[in-house]
């Protein structure tokens, strides 16, 4: 039986086609590329903005006790440092993160007072928090986070504390127009160590809110 031939011709033909096929696949895909690329150049990226700033306290501690040697720094510390680390917590909700502020009324906080002072912390919210501030500020960035803590010791038990507060800080505000809002807060907490762990019982707390204005440049001049 005769093989069948095959023209070389029409087999060249079908290769040649095969591999036009093939670089205009590879000039699309390039092609595609380069639109996709120069697109996203277009695109402008500025630097991103900076994350909700954490508070800090910095502290220092001392201790009294009934007895006629207190007891070493180390013992207050140890106690002193839970106040600190509740408030640390305490004024990242009340103060810097606004999207902690809730309602306004802050219940996270009011369970760190005793039953009987948190009618208190209720009627003094404006003073013990951003207040109603919240409303108005997009950004809080702290200044000054000091505290000293001492730790009241009977019989070598922990039973009160006294945490000296002073806080300030930076408000940016969500008007573009408006200047920046300065806060600042001084507190003294009373504390008792109780089953759950230290409570507010008592303070004492001033806090001012003031717009950072700056100078006329025609009050610069005159002074000069």
Do not use: C
């Not at 699309?28 to 639109?35: E, G, M, P, Y």
């Not at 990242?92 to 502020?101: C, E, G, I, M, R």
């Not at 919210?125 to 950004?139: F, M, Q, S, W, Y």
Request: charged share 20%; hydrophobic share 40%.
């Amino acid at each position: 039986m005769r093989q069948p031939t095959f023209s070389r011709s029409r087999r060249r033909s079908r290769q040649q086609r095969l591999l036009r096929t093939a670089i205009g696949v590879v000039v699309i895909v390039v092609v595609a590329a380069l639109i996709a690329n120069l697109a996203g150049g277009k695109k402008k990226t500025g630097p991103s903005a900076p994350g909700v700033a954490t508070v800090a306290f910095v502290a220092t501690y001392a201790s009294q006790t009934d007895a006629t040697k207190n007891q070493p720094t180390s013992a207050a510390r140890a106690q002193g440092s839970a106040i600190v680390t509740m408030l640390n917590d305490w004024y990242q909700t009340a103060f810097v993160d606004p999207d902690k502020y809730g309602d306004g009324t802050f219940p996270d906080i009011a369970k760190h007072f005793a039953t009987a002072a948190r009618a208190a912390f209720t009627k003094d919210l404006a003073t013990l928090t951003i207040g109603d501030a919240r409303t108005e500020v997009k950004r809080v960035d702290p200044t000054v986070q000091t505290v000293k803590v001492t730790v009241f010791f009977d019989k070598g038990a922990p039973k009160y504390a006294v945490a000296a507060v002073h806080f300030a800080a930076r408000a940016t505000m969500k008007a573009s127009s408006a200047f920046p809002l300065k806060i600042d807060q001084t507190v003294t907490f009373n504390f008792e160590k109780q089953a759950q762990g230290w409570v507010v019982t008592f303070y004492t707390a001033k806090q001012t809110q003031d717009s950072i204005v700056p100078p006329s440049p025609s009050a610069s001049a005159s002074s000069s």
